[in-house]
């Protein structure tokens, strides 16, 4: 009888995994019949979440002026827009720059926008709408010795300020400079430890760049006058097989530009320039593939 009992259980356990295992492929099939893809997950939800930092101006900052605090930039403004156009709210979710990406594949956010470069190897990993962003490469030194660096040759030893996943860290690190990293530091925090030397460069984007140091003029930092490097494009990054999402949102941002809505959106916080179209300009060429 004691042997009958442990058979039993057995029979049943394999009777139920099997009724189990009908049930769960019948729910993949109505799933997949389904069609449904994760931009129909987000109308649904009449929400996506984007990922920013909320500390990089002009792109993503908060704004305090008239006793408010406001979450706002060119790139929080676009995505806004675009958004807007497509009936569907934007939930930011402020975060460091290196957590973005993971926190993209994770699921934890839809899509990240914040000044991030569209790259061959990113674009190996994720899916990038089309630029809304044109730009280059330049370097905040010290203004009295330019922090002793003539080219991108002259990085090797010097301490280079930035966030670790960039791609003005990966120039950095290709040229051997020391890492100083920052996990969602102000600007401020930045240009100030270039002024007093405890790092020596802050290698990004001259747009960036340009408007950061007009709001500390008193700062003994400069941008350097010879080094332009790296032309490149920032776009609105999310998972790779977000294919409708990405297209959708290409549609709306195409629509954006012919209406002048993103220049002027731009021109707003970029000093009266059009960051949506190319530069024109003589830059070098950085290789950082690995």
């Known amino acids: 009888m004691s042997r009958f009992y442990h058979k039993k259980p057995m029979w049943i356990m394999l009777v139920v995994s099997a009724f189990i295992l009908?049930?769960?492929?019948?729910?993949?099939?109505?799933?997949?019949?389904?069609g449904e893809t994760k931009w129909d997950q987000i109308k649904k939800k009449g929400k996506i979440v984007v990922a920013t930092s909320g500390t990089l101006y002009p792109t993503s900052y908060h704004d305090t002026s008239n006793g408010k605090d406001r979450?706002?930039?060119?790139?929080?403004e676009v995505v806004k827009?675009?958004?807007?156009?497509?009936?569907?709210?934007?939930?930011?979710?402020?975060?460091?720059?290196?957590?973005?990406?993971?926190?993209?594949?994770?699921?934890?956010?839809?899509?990240a926008a914040n000044d991030i470069d569209i790259t061959d190897d990113r674009k190996d990993k994720f899916a990038?709408?089309?630029?809304?962003?044109?730009?280059y490469g330049t370097a905040i030194v010290r203004k009295d010795d330019l922090s002793g660096i003539k080219t991108?040759?002259?990085?090797?030893?010097?301490?280079?300020?930035?966030?670790?996943?960039?791609?003005?860290?990966?120039?950095?690190?290709?040229?051997?400079a020391k890492e100083v990293i920052y996990d969602n530091a102000t600007n401020e925090q930045y240009l100030k430890d270039v002024a007093n030397?405890?790092?020596?460069?802050?290698?990004?984007?001259?747009?960036?760049q340009t408007l950061a140091l007009a709001a500390f003029p008193k700062l003994n930092?400069?941008?350097?006058?010879?080094?332009?490097y790296m032309p490149?494009?920032?776009?609105?990054?999310?998972?790779?097989?977000?294919?409708?999402?990405?297209?959708?949102?290409?549609?709306?941002?195409?629509?954006m530009k012919k209406d002048g809505t993103m220049k002027k959106i731009s021109e707003k916080f970029f000093n009266h320039a059009d960051v949506s179209k190319k530069i024109d300009t003589d830059v070098e060429d950085v290789d950082i593939s690995k």
């Open 22 to 34: 009908i049930l769960s492929a019948c729910s993949q099939s109505s799933s997949s019949q389904s």
């Open 232 to 255: 490149n494009e920032q776009g609105f990054v999310m998972k790779k097989d977000n294919k409708e999402l990405q297209k959708e949102l290409n549609g709306v941002l195409a629509d």
């Open 197 to 208: 030397g405890r790092t020596d460069v802050i290698l990004n984007d001259y747009y960036l």
């Open 221 to 228: 930092i400069t941008i350097h006058p010879n080094l332009k």
């Open 128 to 135: 990038f709408s089309t630029p809304y962003k044109y730009s």
């Open 71 to 76: 979450l706002t930039g060119y790139e929080v």
């Open 81 to 111: 827009e675009a958004f807007k156009r497509l009936d569907v709210k934007v939930e930011f979710k402020e975060m460091g720059y290196d957590g973005m990406l993971s926190a993209i594949n994770s699921g934890q956010v839809d899509a």
């Open 152 to 176: 991108l040759k002259d990085l090797k030893g010097k301490k280079a300020a930035g966030a670790a996943t960039t791609i003005y860290m990966d120039v950095a690190r290709k040229y051997g």
